[in-house]
């Protein structure tokens, strides 16, 4: 039972910072083509 849940939450946590890295990324593609300063600082905090 606790390699069942280990391995879920191991899972849940890969997700959601695989879904973060796409969404930092896209955010500062997105920034950075329409010319916003600092973009990458806005990607990474935002």
């Known amino acids: 039972m606790g390699r069942e849940v280990s391995r879920t939450v ?3 946590l890969t ?3 695989v879904i973060s ?3 930092g ?3 500062f593609v997105v920034l ?5 300063p600092f ?3 806005i ?3 935002g």
Do not use: M, N, S
């Not at 950075?32 to 916003?36: D, E, F, M, N, S």
């Open 10 to 12: 191991t899972g849940y």
């Open 15 to 17: 997700g959601k910072l």
């Open 21 to 23: 890295v796409i969404c």
């Open 25 to 27: 990324t896209l955010t």
């Open 32 to 36: 950075a083509l329409t010319g916003v």
């Open 39 to 41: 973009a990458a600082v």
């Open 43 to 45: 990607a990474l905090t």
